[in-house]
């Protein structure tokens, strides 16, 4: 199986024309045309994470966020992003990343942080895309897939506020859930969005959602919603660490017989002190 197999059913599941705008999804380092020796999934890729794939004897990294996001006017080694560039072209590492295409994608980000809170009836909320994505070897047709900017669902028994709060820190293993005050009505309906998910909460009050779960949101926003929604924030890295799952399922359907290794290193640059 050759690395350019992988990236292919990575993009056939989250398609590139998903990513928003600003993004830089995609192939960010490497050659395809060599056979994969193992795949480490991660949610950032750092110095660090290329040493781990080194070490696990891996020749492509799959990660969330995108190594390169910004225009590299040079690599010379001055900061972090520039190091673990050089680090993986001398060591023959490809990377490929998959973003807001991910958080988009059915089945993605957004849909994986629903089946961990065990939501259900799930259905997407703020911007809804379809792409067709062209037919892979050996199939006849092309597929269309669908995406959205958020995930709204439900729970099968409605729950008290503090206990959603609770059920939160365990399921995403939160130190500390930024909140406004608490619902004094249980929560049934909730919209989320995983990573900065802020510019969803007003289209998620107007789909009538219980309670708003996302990775970060700004200090103004929690204003003027007490009793109207539920806000939890739950931290970028906790809300979306879960989509190295993602990567795993896609390749082992899709590609089989490439060994996917979650990554072990915890790339998170906040700590609860």
């Given at each position: 199986?050759?690395?350019?197999?992988?990236?292919?059913?990575?993009?056939?599941?989250?398609?590139?024309?998903?990513?928003?705008?600003?993004?830089?999804?995609g192939?960010?380092?490497g050659?395809?045309?060599?056979?994969?020796?193992?795949?480490?999934?991660?949610?950032?890729v750092t110095?660090?994470?290329?040493d781990?794939?080194?070490?696990?004897?891996?020749?492509?990294?799959?990660?969330?966020?995108p190594?390169?996001?910004?225009?590299?006017?040079?690599?010379?080694?001055?900061?972090?992003?520039?190091?673990?560039?050089?680090?993986?072209?001398?060591n023959?590492?490809?990377?490929?990343?998959?973003?807001?295409?991910?958080?988009?994608?059915?089945?993605?980000?957004?849909?994986?942080?629903?089946?961990?809170?065990?939501?259900?009836?799930?259905?997407?909320?703020?911007?809804?895309?379809?792409?067709?994505?062209?037919?892979?070897?050996?199939?006849?047709?092309?597929?269309?897939?669908?995406?959205?900017?958020?995930?709204?669902?439900?729970?099968?028994?409605?729950?008290?506020?503090?206990?959603?709060?609770?059920?939160?820190?365990?399921?995403?293993?939160?130190?500390c859930?930024?909140?406004?005050?608490?619902?004094?009505?249980?929560?049934?309906?909730?919209?989320?969005?995983g990573?900065?998910?802020?510019?969803?909460?007003?289209?998620?009050?107007?789909q009538?959602?219980d309670?708003?779960?996302?990775?970060?949101?700004?200090?103004?926003?929690?204003?003027?919603?007490?009793q109207?929604?539920?806000?939890?924030?739950?931290?970028?890295?906790?809300?979306?660490?879960?989509?190295?799952?993602?990567?795993?399922?896609?390749?082992?359907?899709?590609?089989?017989?490439?060994?996917?290794?979650?990554?072990?290193?915890?790339?998170?640059?906040?700590?609860?002190?």
């Amino acid at each position: 199986m050759k690395i350019i197999e992988v990236v292919n059913a990575l993009e056939r599941f989250a398609p590139l024309p998903l990513q928003a705008g600003f993004d830089n999804a995609g192939l960010q380092i490497g050659l395809t045309d060599a056979e994969v020796s193992g795949a480490l999934l991660c949610l950032d890729v750092t110095e660090q994470i290329v040493d781990e794939a080194i070490g696990l004897g891996c020749n492509l990294i799959v990660s969330h966020h995108p190594l390169i996001f910004h225009k590299l006017a040079r690599i010379i080694g001055e900061n972090e992003v520039q190091r673990t560039v050089m680090k993986a072209i001398e060591n023959h590492v490809a990377i490929v990343s998959m973003h807001t295409n991910m958080d988009s994608a059915k089945g993605g980000v957004n849909h994986k942080m629903a089946e961990k809170m065990e939501l259900e009836k799930l259905r997407f909320f703020g911007k809804e895309q379809t792409v067709e994505v062209p037919a892979a070897d050996g199939q006849q047709e092309s597929v269309t897939v669908e995406g959205g900017e958020g995930v709204i669902g439900e729970f099968k028994e409605p729950m008290a506020a503090d206990d959603f709060i609770i059920m939160l820190k365990r399921v995403f293993d939160v130190e500390c859930v930024m909140a406004n005050q608490l619902l004094r009505r249980e929560i049934k309906s909730v919209a989320l969005c995983g990573g900065s998910g802020s510019f969803l909460l007003s289209e998620a009050i107007a789909q009538k959602a219980d309670a708003f779960v996302t990775g970060e949101m700004s200090y103004h926003d929690y204003f003027g919603h007490d009793q109207e929604i539920q806000i939890a924030v739950i931290g970028h890295y906790q809300s979306e660490q879960y989509t190295n799952e993602v990567f795993r399922d896609v390749i082992n359907k899709e590609c089989p017989g490439v060994k996917c290794y979650l990554t072990r290193t915890n790339t998170n640059p906040i700590i609860y002190l």
